[in-house]
């Protein structure tokens, strides 16, 4: 299996095939537009920007089941996003990525990859660190999504090459993106 196995829904509900992304190096997200991390969306854009010529796509999965920092219609979501970060790069449907209700590709994404582990020297990774060991102390071994902005890097054949977590920079994802390209 490879992420070109999977259909997803797009904002205006109709069904979009991964496999129109054949041949690209894809980076999947899942987001909040309320979120510490939202600003990560300014960054997000200058690397799309930067590489979208070459091959890369970004595919951005709003996502409401952390804190419910992502309220509102897709529609909402998307202007906010647009509005705010210029965001130039393909927008979904929101989603859950976690649990019964979570997509196919999530479920996939969850299934083959392991939980990096926050890094503890950005400013969000100590509070994501002891909110989330309060509530499961064994939280780190398992490999659900922990919070948003996680990502996913696939290489040009559609394989699953990295997860990053979201205090990870995204200097080291672009340099991975970079690799691949």
């Given at each position: ?9 797009a904002r205006d509900g109709s069904e979009v095939a991964l496999a129109d992304y054949k041949g690209k190096v894809v980076l999947v997200v899942n987001t909040a ?126 394989e699953l090459v990295q997860r990053f977590e979201p205090t990870d920079s995204l200097e080291k994802v672009e340099n991975k993106i970079k690799e691949l390209l």
């Open positions: 299996m490879n992420i070109y196995d999977f259909k997803v829904k537009t309320g979120c510490g991390f939202t600003p990560q969306y300014s960054d997000l854009q200058k690397i799309y920007e930067a590489y979208h010529k070459d091959g890369l796509e970004i595919l951005d999965f709003p996502c409401n089941q952390f804190a419910e920092q992502a309220p509102g219609t897709d529609e909402e979501i998307h202007t906010f996003c647009t509005g705010r970060f210029g965001i130039a790069f393909p927008q979904f449907s929101k989603i859950d990525v976690n649990g019964e209700q979570a997509i196919p590709l999530y479920k996939w994404l969850t299934e083959h990859t392991t939980f990096g582990g926050f890094d503890l020297s950005h400013p969000i990774g100590p509070i994501l660190n002891d909110m989330l060991k309060k509530e499961d102390p064994d939280y780190e071994k398992n490999s659900s999504i922990k919070w948003n902005f996680t990502k996913f890097l696939m290489n040009r054949q559609g």
